[in-house]
Each structure stands twice: as structure tokens, then as C-alpha cells.
């Protein structure tokens, strides 16, 4: 995940002075302009990977992690009832092509392995966290597991230390894994969706054990290396490369505010100018604005050319978080 400020810098601003005023960071959804009160804007910022939110609602595409801060990413299309952003979140579920293995850079085996020998010392403690954690999301896994969990918790440390420490020899890992995944089939009846609920718990469960050295490239590393190890659990897998083709991610653009002292990414088509307008022309919400936008806006500028159109942040992040 990387995030820049929008090519649109403090030259190429248009702003509109006009009497009494208030001033807006501007953004487009399709060809209608919206406005946010500038005070509002904590960074506007360019994302290109998201990481998924277990059973968030369908408005809320994610997290990214933006300087330090967790950041909850919205996408403003679905709040209006809008089609939603084809949004590229890392992908931690089945592998498109069951019948060949993903592949894992030497890059990608060196930070799983650097960042996992930093959970090491407290193995036991990330388990039970995990698997608390897992149970929470989805307790219906729960089932899965009827011995003593602190032991259940003690084998997963282990699996996952042989794993990550196998991975230098990624073929003879193969027919572990597969081995591992006929016996979870066969003795606890795991399902591929099961695999994806497991994978949204582990990185989230590693993410809040590494805290800020959870970088965009471990969380990228991590979930290749999952794809890795349940496409060998659920085939037999074709081949092992060594070096993982680069793959150009789709960039969004996102309006960052901040609203009782958490940051909220909005995900928009574009950035507009920032404005200043005459508080003259402002209109309350006309009657042939749509429902669902009048639920979210706070009212209309009649501007020479266009409509401007203020997003209520406030009653949009309630709704929708």
C-alpha cells in the first residue's frame, strides 16, 4: 500500500473569493462536485492497496495504514447508493487458479521470516490472541476446536515457526502442506472459506503484534506467503518459482478526515478545486437531489457552471462505520 498527496499542488489551486465565504476542499463522484469543509481534510492521498475488514459493512472497503495511524477507507459511491469502487484489497482468499502455486519472492521469504522472529518471543501469546480473535469474527469455527486451546494454541506457533522457516526450501514444504490439508479436511471438515476467514484473522493478528513494523511490504509478503501455504493445502499444486512477477495495483484516490479523534479515508473519483464561495448562494438541499444524497449533505452553492454540493462528513461516518 502506498500513499502520495494527489498531483494537484498549491499552484495549480483555482480559489474563488467572493464576500463572505467558506472554503471547501473540493472532489468529484462521476461528473457531481462535492465539497468538504476545509477544516476538515486531514491529507488527501493516493492508495493502492487495502487491507480487508472482517464483517465490516459493505460501504467500508478496508484499512490503510497512513503514517503510523490505522485509517478505516470508505468508499462515498456505496453511501450514496452509487455502484462501489472496484477497490484492489489484498487478496488473502483462494488462489484464481487452484491448479498452480502462487509464487514467493526471495524479498517476500525475508520479511516473513525477519518480521515473524519479532513474534517469536511471545508465540504463545499471538495464538491465543488469534485464535480469541478468530472466534470473535466467526464463531462458528469455534466448533472446530473442542480440546484445550492453550494446547491448540502452542501447535499453531509450531506450525507456523516449521513453515516460515521452511520456506527457504519452499518443494520440501509441499507435501507437508498437503498432508496438512487432507487432515483438515478429513478431521475438522474445512472448507475453502474457512481458509479466507483464517487468513483476514492472521494478518490482522500479525499486524497488531508488529504494530508499525507491519509495513505495506510485510502485509503484502504475509498474504502472498498465506496464498502460498493454502493453495498447497487444498491441491497438489503444479510449481515453485522463486521470483513472483511485480503486479501493477490501481491507485484510488481518498479525502482523509478525522472524526472523533479517528482517521476516515474517503474514496472519490477525482480531486477538485479548493473554493472559497460566497455564503450568499447557499441553498438547502433542492427537492430533485436524490434521497440517499439528501440524507448525507447539508445543502447546495449554485456556482456559474455547476452545482457544489457539501457533504455532511459527520452523519456519513456514522452511518457507515
Known sequence: MSQALATTGPSELEVHRNGESSEFATFYIGAQMFG??????????????????????ESVHGSINLRGRIVTVIDVHTCLGLKPLDVAAIDV?????????????DNQ????????????????QFSQD??????????????????????????????LNA??????????????LVDLGQRHTDDFSVKNEHYTMFGETLLTSIEAALGQDFTTDAKDAWAAVYRFIISLMTSNGEQIADKAPAAKAHTHTGVTVEKDHDLYTLLVDK??????????IFESNPGTLDPKWRDYTLGVYRLDKEL??????????????
Open 36 to 57: 468538504i469543509p476545509i477544516l476538515k481534510v486531514q491529507d488527501i492521498l493516493q492508495t493502492d492497496r487495502i487491507a480487508p475488514i472482517p464483517l465490516s459493512p
Open 93 to 105: 482468499g483462494m488462489p484464481k487458479d487452484e491448479k498452480s502455486v502462487p509464487l514467493i519472492s
Open 109 to 124: 521469504r525475508k520479511i516473513v521470516q525477519e518480521t515473524f522472529a519479532k513474534i517469536v518471543p511471545n508465540g504463545e
Open 130 to 159: 488469534f485464535y480469541a480473535s478468530l472466534f470473535e469474527a466467526h464463531p462458528e469455527l469455534k466448533e472446530m476446536f473442542t480440546g484445550d486451546i492453550q494446547e491448540q494454541s502452542k501447535k499453531f506457533i509450531n506450525m
Open 163 to 176: 513453515i516460515v522457516n521452511g520456506l527457504d526450501a519452499p518443494e520440501e514444504l509441499k507435501p507437508t
Open 271 to 280: 480531486i477538485g478545486d479548493v473554493m472559497v464561495v460566497d455564503d450568499s
Open 308 to 321: 457544489l454540493v457539501v457533504l455532511d462528513v459527520d452523519k456519513l461516518l456514522d452511518a457507515n462505520r
